[in-house]
């Protein structure tokens, strides 16, 4: 699996940025064969919810597919884009380049002070209206232990405007179901070896690419450094995030999204 990436090696035109796109939305569709359907259920609840021109926050957006659906769904959205991997970072930065409506921070996410980092710290200073419409997550916070997540959660809360809304779609298995987990898992693990014969790259493969491209190796040793190999986070069940969520402040928290191994939750300003 590659990437054309011409010539360039300092990220300027010549990388194709389209093509890193497009093989990254491959190798997590090899996982998640559902990724399209909750992204397309993700900006249905944000139009329904705070309107056709939203401001929005992808959080921890890696190569901005949130950001890239949520465009060509509501050309009159904008969105920031906020994560601390430099290698996806810079596949979303030069996907997005001439786009105004898109930006795109760096921060660390268990850092107590990352809202800083966003334009106006969360704030719209040219329309005067503070909190973001909606914040907007999928397959990054597992990433994060429990405690660190409810602490986000809390201060997400205070980014999203009254009325304004929150979602996470994340792997949220339910413990208390292992039978069926375990059917799930099957079924699952079935599929996935039917799409790598058909060529579909895995999530090392994926990066072994990245590491060989010249305008991203720099960029993927340091994400490797940052990150290590796994997640160490937790994998906590779809109504531990809505307690949490509720908790933290929000006024509203359900799901209004599930596969058999993952879901969605909205939360309500």
Request: proline residues 6%.
């Amino acid at each position: 699996m590659s990437a054309d990436t011409g010539t360039a090696t300092d990220g300027r035109p010549g990388t194709d940025w389209a093509a890193w796109q497009r093989s990254w939305d491959r190798q997590q569709e090899w996982y998640m064969p559902d990724r399209e359907e909750r992204f397309r259920v993700m900006i249905d609840m944000v139009q329904a919810a705070v309107g056709d021109t939203p401001r929005v926050l992808d959080l921890a957006c890696g190569t901005g597919s949130i950001t890239d659906r949520l465009l060509r769904r509501l050309p009159g959205a904008r969105s920031t884009g906020v994560d601390l991997d430099p290698a996806l970072l810079a596949i979303a930065r030069g996907s997005f380049a001439g786009d105004a409506r898109a930006a795109f921070a760096t921060a660390d996410l268990k850092a107590p002070d990352w809202p800083a980092a966003l334009p106006g710290g969360g704030q719209d200073g040219a329309g005067g209206r503070q909190g973001y419409d909606a914040v907007l997550t999928a397959t990054a916070l597992h990433w994060l232990r429990s405690s660190e997540l409810e602490v986000l959660y809390g201060q997400l809360a205070g980014l999203v405007r009254p009325g304004g809304v929150f979602l996470n779609a994340d792997h949220m298995p339910d413990p208390g179901t292992p039978r069926i987990n375990g059917i799930e898992r099957t079924q699952r693990h079935a599929r996935m070896e039917r799409a790598r014969r058909e060529g579909a790259p895995d999530w090392s493969e994926w990066w072994r690419a990245a590491a060989a491209d010249p305008v991203l190796a720099g960029p993927t040793a340091e994400r490797f450094r940052i990150y290590g190999e796994h997640a160490e986070g937790d994998t906590q069940p779809a109504a531990w995030h809505v307690r949490a969520l509720r908790a933290a402040g929000f006024g509203e928290a359900r799901v209004v999204w599930a596969s058999p191994s993952d879901a969605m939750v909205l939360a309500l300003r």
